[in-house]
Nanobody, 124 residues
Framework: QVQIVESGGGLVQPGGSLRLSCATS????????IGWFRQAPGKEREGVSC??????STLYGDSVKGRFTISRDKNTVYLQMNSLKPEDTAVYYC???????????????????WGQGTQVTVSS
């Protein structure tokens, strides 16, 4: 059974940093693409970053390039978020593409399993 649990969210001041974790079980992480998404109130779910299976290649949304870094280690995927801005405030979700050997994609429709999300609030 696939399980996905996000953690690491919280309240941070503008310019600060947070590291989100996505703990997974029930599948081999290296065989599947993993994505981070976020959704702010009244807005559509937005692709933040993703990491491909096997090659580990990554993609980032334009709004987070140069500030966020995705990585993985064993059964956990991380999202290091630096230079946070108020507009980064959202619920952040981790998602898994069930396709074996799947490549990175930034559309939420490409993913099959989702965690329950972790709230990130950037405010002074």
């Amino acid at each position: 059974q696939v399980q996905i649990v996000e953690s690491g969210g919280g309240l941070v001041q503008p310019g600060g940093s947070l590291r989100l974790s996505c703990a997974t079980s029930g599948f081999t992480l290296d065989h599947h693409a993993i994505g981070w998404f976020r959704q702010a109130p009244g807005k559509e779910r937005e692709g933040v970053s993703c990491i491909s299976s096997s090659t580990g290649s990554t993609l980032y949304g334009d709004s987070v390039k140069g500030r966020f870094t995705i990585s993985r280690d064993k059964n956990t995927v991380y999202l290091q978020m630096n230079s946070l801005k108020p507009e980064d405030t959202a619920v952040y979700y981790c998602a898994v593409d069930r396709g074996f050997g799947s490549s990175c994609a930034m559309g939420f429709w490409d993913y099959d399993y989702w965690g329950q999300g972790t709230q990130v609030t950037v405010s002074s």
